[in-house]
């Protein structure tokens, strides 16, 4: 494991160099505004767990179609929502969760979703990625958000030693200087899902195979 600053600065360097953010590129998640305004960006992040991007938007699009708030959320008929985002992973369980979350913003928050992350992780269905990406996407906070992409990677690379999200989260927060912290999970989310693959990572296309622990190339 290593927290080298230089070495975690200049990973930060290239990736930065090689990747776009999101709203620079053509990602589905962006084309189809699920992350246009605050509640569609909770809703989107939640649905997504356990879930690939295009199952997400296969679920979202319609869904944005019938609400746009909280309130109109907790009214749509449980049957109805579950058939809505029945593409996504574990949507039964979705469904609750949905509604005990709009339940929760507009009793306990006055219908807004709480901005600091203690809050967002007292709502039913939200866990530490997803108050991450709240906390870094909606309210400006910088905070990078690991999901089993980054944790591999960050595993590959010797930043870290564990299976644990939220250990790694903590550590990656800890060690990223804050001029890359902002854009740190974008970078990271993409090299992970387009080059560091689980079973066949690209290594011989990797721009930080030099500082990578793992490389399967000489």
Not at 64 to 79: A, I, M
Not at 139 to 156: E, K, M, Q
Not at 177 to 196: D, R, S, T, Y
Request: hydrophobic fraction near 35%; charge should be positive; glycine fraction near 4%.
């Amino acid at each position: 494991m290593t927290t080298n600053p230089e070495k975690i600065s200049k990973i930060y360097l290239i990736l930065s160099q090689t990747y776009e953010i999101f709203e620079n590129t053509d990602d589905p998640w962006m084309t189809n505004g699920l992350s246009s305004n605050p509640f569609k960006s909770l809703v989107s992040v939640c649905l997504s767990t356990m879930t690939t991007t295009s199952r997400v938007v296969k679920a979202c699009v319609p869904l944005y179609e019938k609400v746009s708030t909280f309130e109109e959320l907790l009214k749509l008929e449980d049957e109805e929502l579950r058939e809505i985002i029945k593409p996504v992973a574990h949507y039964n369980r979705k469904t609750k969760n949905l509604k005990v979350m709009a339940h929760q913003i507009i009793t306990k928050f006055n219908g807004e979703i709480p901005s600091n992350k203690k809050d967002l992780l007292s709502l039913q269905g939200v866990g530490p990625k997803v108050a991450d990406i709240m906390m870094n996407f909606v309210f400006d906070t910088p905070s990078i958000a690991v999901d089993t992409h980054i944790l591999r990677l960050l595993n590959r690379l010797g930043i870290v030693k564990t299976s644990s999200a939220e250990i790694a989260a903590e550590t990656i927060n800890t060690i990223t200087p804050i001029e890359f912290k902002k854009h740190a999970h974008e970078w990271l989310i993409q090299h992970g899902m387009k080059v560091c693959h689980a079973r066949k990572p690209k290594c011989e296309e990797c721009v930080i195979c030099n500082y990578c622990s793992y490389k399967t190339i000489g």
